[in-house]
């Protein structure tokens, strides 16, 4: 089972911030945040990941909070092409783990 | 920089012929991953290869399927027999050691699998 809690849709306006929300409430010390995106059946893309401090990319950015309990990622300029479903997985770091995939959110950018 | 190549990327079979996917990791990647996505649902593991290895494959149906990374060549997923049940997105990705400085998966686009 997922380690993680997400909503199971959303909707952002183009041009617009997009704030995805993902609830990790059991993460240990040791376990990265990893955040990738499926756009229509196409393989998934990864976008960012971290441990605790806040991350950036050209991507995205990843604001974890202090406890690490909840993170966000954030899409600052969201496009009609960054409609997809957006996976919140738990992985600790060395591990020869697969990932576990839940249901993520659908993410549904509108003109 | 080529990212993960699968081939077939579509590939249609009859119920009891053999499907073979293959995989050609990303370059400096030595472990591989094989996940299947069955229609309207979530990506899941299936099994996890460095070269010549096996490492995990707890995700592997008992029968039928099979999966290896030869010490030259793609990583291959290998589906005896199939069944329509086998209809779905593979989906491979690579990643380098564990442990190392970046040890993130990448993905192939998939193979979809259509069996009549």
């Known amino acids: 089972d997922a380690k993680t809690t997400q909503p199971p849709s959303m909707d952002c306006a183009e041009g617009r911030a997009a704030n995805l929300p993902c609830n990790h409430s059991t993460i240990s010390g040791n376990e990265y945040v990893y955040w990738y995106r499926q756009i229509h059946s196409q393989g998934p893309q990864y976008i960012i990941h971290g441990l605790k401090n806040n991350e950036t990319n050209e991507m995205a950015s990843l604001i974890i909070t202090e406890d690490r309990k909840s993170s966000t990622l954030i899409l600052p300029h969201a496009t009609l092409r960054d409609t997809a479903v957006y996976y919140c997985i738990v992985k600790p770091r060395g591990s020869q783990g697969n990932l576990i995939f839940g249901k993520g959110t659908k993410l549904s950018v509108k003109p | 920089n080529a990212g993960v190549m699968q081939n077939p990327r579509h590939l249609v079979r009859r119920r009891g012929q053999e499907a073979r996917l293959r995989c050609s990791p990303m370059?400096?990647?030595?472990?591989v991953y094989w996940y299947r996505q069955l229609p309207e649902e979530g990506l899941k593991f299936m099994v996890y290869l460095q070269k010549e290895n096996i490492i995990d494959e707890s995700g592997m149906p008992k029968e039928r399927f099979s999966a290896e990374f030869p010490k030259e060549g793609p990583s291959i997923l290998r589906i005896q027999q199939v069944v329509r049940g086998d209809s779905a997105a593979y989906f491979c990705a690579s990643s380098p050691r564990p442990g190392a400085a970046q040890e993130t998966q990448y993905f192939g686009p998939g193979t979809r699998l259509l069996v009549l």
């Open positions: 370059k400096g990647h030595s472990h």
